[in-house]
């Protein structure tokens, strides 16, 4: 996919596997969630709070992200924190932002 290293080619599995990264990070509200989380763990309420979506709609979300490796879920007493696991993750946003930019 760059220019400066000669990669093989990705295999069916890798493909199917970067996919579903993009597929994850292509719903909004998945993004905003990511948004919410990316300096430090927050709570669920939290969240719901800044995204201004419903508790159901966030839980939802939270539980697709965290079972794709995505974010890391931490239980403390009655709270659970969502936080960020996979920074590469922002990054892709942050360089994907720098280009819309351009």
Same mark, same amino acid.
């Given at each position: ?11 069916? /599995? ?6 579903? =990264? ?5 719903e ?9 989380? +990316?300096?430090?763990? =927050? ?12 508790? /159901? ?5 939270? /539980?697709?992200?965290?079972? /794709?490796?995505?974010?890391? =879920?931490?239980?403390?007493g ?12 922002? =990054?892709? +946003?942050?360089?994907?932002r ?5």
């Open positions: 996919m760059s220019k400066n290293k000669k990669l093989p080619p990705l295999t069916e /599995a890798e493909l199917r596997h970067l996919a579903g =990264r993009f597929k994850l990070l292509g909004p509200m998945r993004l905003k969630i990511l948004q919410s989380v +990316c300096h430090e763990p =927050r709570t669920v309420n939290d969240i719901v709070v800044a995204t201004g979506s419903t508790q /159901a709609n966030v839980s939802k979300h939270l /539980a697709l992200l965290a079972m /794709a490796g995505i974010l890391e =879920r931490e239980k403390d009655q709270c659970v924190y969502y936080g960020m696991k996979d920074k590469l993750m922002l =990054r892709l +946003c942050e360089m994907v720098a280009q819309l930019k351009d």
